[in-house]
């Protein structure tokens, strides 16, 4: 009886165990693959050697020469996701983003742009939001429509084309999947972006870089290139560097074109080390739950059944081979099937239902088995003398 309580506890806590691996891959997670709530704050720096750039300062207007710096800052938004309505509700997460393009040599300030978001915690992607604009300008833009990979890609990222949103444009283009690279111990996805002479709607900045650059000009137009390269991290989705090679020219109808912007932004080293390394913690995380933990828990969880069904079985057969050794055992005595005294005799019943015994009655006890007794009656005393008459 021992060993089967043992051999149903073993089963029971084998069943547990493949329950819970199967929670850990099906329910604990996708809720980790997700965009968290409480993201802390991120900041990139890519760094552009020999850049020829347009510098506004003090009123004066000017193409320099020198090194860039630029810098992205990332904060997430508690309050403003919290108070996601609809659709958007559990599904998104507001960030805030601000850049600054700045000389290295004097720390002057280039350019700089601010802008809030929604993106959608699985894939990365930015979401339709009443509350997201853009200000590059000097005014917050609200009727900016923020639409594909932004500052993310999804987790579990595919070797396909995606659509990136450049900020310039102001709408998306495909990013072609074009190999795999290892970067810092991390085997990254690469996609190359490349925006080709666009032109840029500038609207009223465009007459005072005419008027600046091409005085004689009644017209003209910016157009705009970018060779845009991603390295993600397939697991999270994290970027681990970026690259940009932009230029930008102002071609006016009448003189010569004007270059505004040749610069090739990269990440620098210790910004592809610091999200190398966020990443590889994520990743680690995420393969510890949904492969390693699984894993080792549906192995010891199979052993676990294994072990109660051979536990079980072994103490059903014991069980069985006992009773069989005592059925062939000859001088086994079977015990009785009441409590009773061992001492007693049984008692003979003769033909009429009563007991039979060797004791004789008393005389003075009229006893008869029946009606029809063959024990004589007794006749009166009769006086002699008067029998002699």
Partial sequence: MKHRAIGAVLFGVGVLLLALAAGLVFVV????????????????????????????????????????????????????????????????????????VERVDNKQLVSAYGAELALDRVSGAALEWNGQWLDDTGEQDKGIRFAGQIYKFPFNTEKKDYQIFDRDLRTVRDAKFAGTENIKGIETYRFEQVITDEPLNLGDRLTLLLGRFAPGATDGKVVYSNKRTVWVDPVTGSFIKVREVQKKVLTPNVGAPTTLLDADFAYNDATITASADRAKDSRDSLRLLSVYAPIGLVVLGLALLAGGVLVGRRASAAVAGDARH????????????????????????????????????????????????????????????????
């Fill in 29 to 100: 997670t996708p809720a980790l693959a997700k965009l968290p709530y409480d993201l802390d704050s991120s900041t990139s720096v890519a760094e552009a050697s020999n850049a020829k750039f347009l510098q506004i300062n003090d009123g004066s207007i000017n193409i320099n020469d020198g090194n860039l710096r630029s810098t992205v800052l990332v904060t997430q938004l508690p309050k403003e996701t919290a108070n996601l309505t609809g659709d958007l509700d559990g599904k998104a997460v507001v960030w805030r983003v601000g850049q600054t």
């Fill in 326 to 389: 005592r059925a062939d055992d000859p001088t086994r005595v079977e015990e009785p099937a009441r409590d009773a005294d061992p001492t007693d005799e049984p008692v003979e019943v003769d033909r009429q239902g009563g007991p039979l015994s060797d004791e004789i009655p008393p005389a003075s006890t009229n006893w008869r088995t029946d009606e029809e007794s063959t024990v004589p009656a007794q006749r009166p005393a009769v006086d002699d003398e008067a029998e002699k008459r």
